[in-house]
Nanobody, 123 residues
Framework: QVQLVESGGGLVHAGGSLRLSCAAS????????MGWFRQAPGKEREVVAA???????YYTDSVKGRFTVSRDNAKNTVYLQMNSLEPEDTAVYYC?????????????????WGQGTQVTVSS
């Protein structure tokens, strides 16, 4: 059974940084496509960044140049480094794993999800 556990969320002032971690078990992330999604109150869950099995990456326009997705295969962990945070980044952030195929950017493409971690950016 695949399990994903996020950590690293919290409260930060605008302009600050956070690093989210997603520790995986039950499947190697090196052979998986990984995604970070977020959901703000009253809004749909949206992709933030994705990291493909072949190390291809995707970033939604609003985070390009500010967020970086990476992985440590030895720790079976994926990271989302978030810099220059803005109040609009406030949301619950979810890690997700897509087992097969290539990098995915849609919610429905992912097979396993973490429980989420809250990120709050104050102005």
């Amino acid at each position: 059974q695949v399990q994903l556990v996020e950590s690293g969320g919290g409260l930060v002032h605008a302009g600050g940084s956070l690093r989210l971690s997603c520790a995986a078990s039950g499947r190697s992330i090196s052979s998986s496509n990984m995604g970070w999604f977020r959901q703000a109150p009253g809004k749909e869950r949206e992709v933030v960044a994705a990291l493909g099995r072949m190390d291809t990456t995707y970033y939604t326009d609003s985070v390009k140049g500010r967020f970086t997705v990476s992985r440590d295969n030895a720790k079976n962990t994926v990271y989302l480094q978030m810099n220059s945070l803005e109040p609009e980044d406030t949301a619950v952030y979810y890690c997700a794993l897509k087992q097969y195929g290539s990098l995915g950017v849609r919610y429905s493409q992912y097979d396993f999800w973490g429980q989420g971690t809250q990120v709050t950016v104050s102005s």
